[in-house]
């Protein structure tokens, strides 16, 4: 039996659980509804809740242990040469053993103690899996029948199930937030481990960056260079082009959407500009590497300006192209939300529409176009698709967008890709680099909320 058609028969069970519960509670308040606590919906939820819950409980438990007790059980029934021998040599047995069971391309292995530890293991397996399947629906029914026996007028079942419902808020926030610092904590105690290796003051104030370390000391550039500033310069060169593209872009078309187009225009207009959003990153990257950057190098050739095949204006422009949709749905829904009274004054007074949007509109909405213009830079800073297929992997120091440059995403990428050990400068690197990639962008997000707060009840 499959976990997922457990679930299933689980959620059927809770549907007429449902059911079975508003039936009990129109039963017992003898035709007047009246008489409960509560709707009859509410005792409806409330059986349906004590069907399902105990039920998922008890399966998301059984499936965290399973496969631990299975594998010791199988343990237990091996020779005791194979018992004995060191932990990582029978955690490779067992995954020999596993591959057996679920691979069926290992399964003319001539071990026949793994063999037959194979069809111990499945045989385990298949059996947990119908006492799950037994147990689960048992457990369902039980819960539902408890529940139903204690329907009567005076159960307050909205509060109970108001309740329930107030702590798995509480339970989803708690596990977001946990998430939350999970990573940020992940990330800063191998960043730690970097600056034991690496003075802070030279990676952040570092101008060269060389993570290349030699397998000998007598190697070319065995010691490296961690300088933090070429990163950050190319950073922020790439979201600079990229907002100079996106900004008015993306604000033209939101006031032309919200003040100016028609209905029609606008359920048409507005849909495709986002389909842009909707569009994989690694498409951008491609259509800047084999459109934009050899035309930008072609018109350079054409006008007697030398362009990087991999410039950082390619990768911006392609960025700030990206970018546009997400510009202009923050723009639009911060110009639609100024009071139309605003707009009514001002004709009043005699203004034209485009008086009214210059003098009017923008001043009232513009706390909320530049937070969502911070974090639009936010967005351009963490993109990685775009500048590692377009912009190189070149750390230059430098400001002229012609040439190649690099920034803080890809060189976390070239830093974690194939197989690294975690105990050089270059491997932990990245996480030193993540984590002030992750202060750059908490801090424009805290500086564009601050923003909107401070100025919105200006023009409530």
């Known amino acids: 039996m499959q976990t997922s058609t457990l679930i299933l028969l689980l959620a059927a069970l ?49 499936l965290i242990f399973d496969d631990t007790l299975i594998s010791q059980l199988v343990i237990a029934s091996l020779p005791p040469e194979i018992q004995q021998l060191p932990e990582e040599q029978l955690g490779l047995f067992m995954n020999q053993i596993r591959n057996l069971v679920y691979n069926e391309a290992f399964s003319s292995s001539d071990d026949p103690v793994a063999r037959a530890a194979a069809e111990h293991y499945r045989f385990l397996k298949h059996l947990s899996q119908r006492c799950l399947f037994v147990i689960a629906l048992a457990c369902a029914i039980a819960g539902l029948s408890w529940a139903r026996h204690h329907i009567s007028p005076k159960l ?13 808020l509480i339970a989803s926030s708690t596990i977001a937030i946990l998430t939350t610092i999970g990573i ?11 600056f034991k290796l690496v003075p802070v003051t030279e990676f952040l104030f570092g101008l060269h960056w060389s993570p290349q370390m030699a397998i000998r000391p007598d190697q070319v550039g065995s010691s490296g260079a961690f300088g933090f500033i070429p990163l950050l ?74 362009i990087s095949s991999e410039s950082a204006l390619g990768a911006g422009l392609v960025m700030g192209i990206m970018i546009i949709p997400f510009v202009s749905s923050l723009s639009d829904d911060v110009i639609n939300a100024v009071p139309q009274s605003l707009r009514d004054g001002s004709y009043g007074l005699g203004a034209t529409q485009a008086e009214t949007i210059t003098q009017i509109i923008i001043p009232a909405a513009l706390p909320g176009i530049v937070g969502g213009l911070l974090l639009a830079i936010s967005r351009a800073i963490g993109e990685t ?43 932990l690197a990245a996480f030193a680099l993540g984590l002030v990639l992750f202060l750059i962008t908490l801090a424009l997000n805290v500086l564009a909320l601050h923003i909107v707060r401070k100025y919105r009840e200006q023009y409530e």
């Open 14 to 62: 809770s549907f007429f659980a449902y059911y079975l519960g508003v039936a009990k509670a129109k039963a017992v308040s003898s035709g007047h509804v009246r008489n409960l606590h509560s709707l009859p919906r509410y005792y409806g939820y409330y059986t349906a809740l004590w069907c399902i819950l105990p039920a998922l409980l008890l399966l998301v438990v059984w």
């Open 156 to 168: 307050r079942a909205r509060n109970r199930v108001e309740k329930l419902l107030e702590f798995f």
């Open 184 to 194: 940020v904590l992940s990330v800063l105690f191998e960043a730690l481990r970097f």
């Open 233 to 306: 310069t190319g950073t922020l060169l790439i979201a600079a082009i990229a907002m100079i593209v996106a900004a008015p872009i993306g604000l033209l078309a939101a006031i032309y959407l919200s003040e100016f187009a028609s209905r029609k225009i606008r359920t048409v207009a507005k849909p495709m500009l986002e389909v842009l959003a909707g569009i994989p990153t690694v498409v951008y990257g491609f259509f800047a590497a084999l459109v934009v950057a050899p035309f930008l190098r072609e018109l350079g050739a054409a006008i007697g300006v030398p």
């Open 385 to 427: 698709m775009i500048v590692v297929m377009a912009a190189g992997l070149t750390a230059n120091l430098t400001l002229n967008p012609l040439q190649s440059v690099t920034t803080i995403t890809a060189q976390i990428v070239g830093l974690l890709v194939g197989d690294q050990e975690f105990d050089s400068p270059k491997t």
